[in-house]
């Protein structure tokens, strides 16, 4: 079972024959400004250079949103979310209350509503963040994180839970499916299926 469905995302073309997925995070920026002018006019607005918003999403006046960037169909940007630039958002997201966006993808259905950080990250279809949640994206010793990324944040899989103010550190992986426990602090990979409860004490879901 992968962890991603590369269907359920507007930028599919991106991750196609990556063996890794987070190789197409510094492509986004280029991805962005390469496919948004080709976008059906019918559906896209383009209220400002390199921002592309579906016209059926539902934008905040005082949310910010930074060149480049794709809002997707039915989406929703709430009151002061910051998508900083290099941005995908998906179909029916929510982006939400002072949630900051950089640098990243968020699948169709993916929820960041309460006081978000996620940047330089991949985020799964309809994966979930409970609120407070970040993704650290630069490693305290500022050494690389993997790849000879200097910022690198989190790859969540399709359907994850991520509890309350819990903290994914750099380059952690977070498998299908999976359910992170509330103030938890994630290094590393948490399997398919799996329920993280602490380092020691992570254990496969029963369904």
Not at 29 to 40: E, Q
Not at 157 to 176: F, H, M, Q
Not at 184 to 201: A, E, H, L, Q
């Amino acid at each position: 079972m992968t962890m991603l469905d590369i269907d359920r995302t507007i930028a599919r073309d991106l991750f196609c024959c990556k063996e890794d997925l987070s190789m197409a995070l510094p492509l986004i920026c280029d991805f962005i400004y390469d496919i948004g002018p080709k976008l059906p006019k019918e559906i896209f607005d383009n209220p400002q250079p390199g921002v592309w918003v579906a016209k059926t999403a539902v934008i905040a006046q005082n949310a910010c949103i930074n060149a480049p960037c794709i809002i997707d169909e039915n989406s929703e940007i709430r009151h002061c979310a910051f998508i900083r630039g290099s941005a995908i958002i998906g179909k029916n997201c929510v982006v939400g209350n002072s949630t900051e966006i950089k640098n990243s993808v968020l699948f169709d259905g993916v929820q960041v509503p309460h006081f978000n950080y996620v940047g330089d990250s991949i985020l799964g279809y309809k994966a979930h963040f409970g609120a407070g949640v970040i993704t650290a994206n630069v490693r305290s010793d500022k050494a690389p994180v993997r790849f000879g990324f200097r910022k690198l944040g989190a790859i969540v899989g399709d359907y994850a839970e991520i509890g309350s103010n819990s903290v994914l550190c750099p380059g952690s992986i977070i498998g299908r499916e999976s359910i992170v426990y509330p103030l938890s602090m994630v290094r590393g990979t948490v399997p398919n299926n799996s329920i993280y409860k602490s380092k020691d004490n992570v254990v496969r879901r029963n369904y």
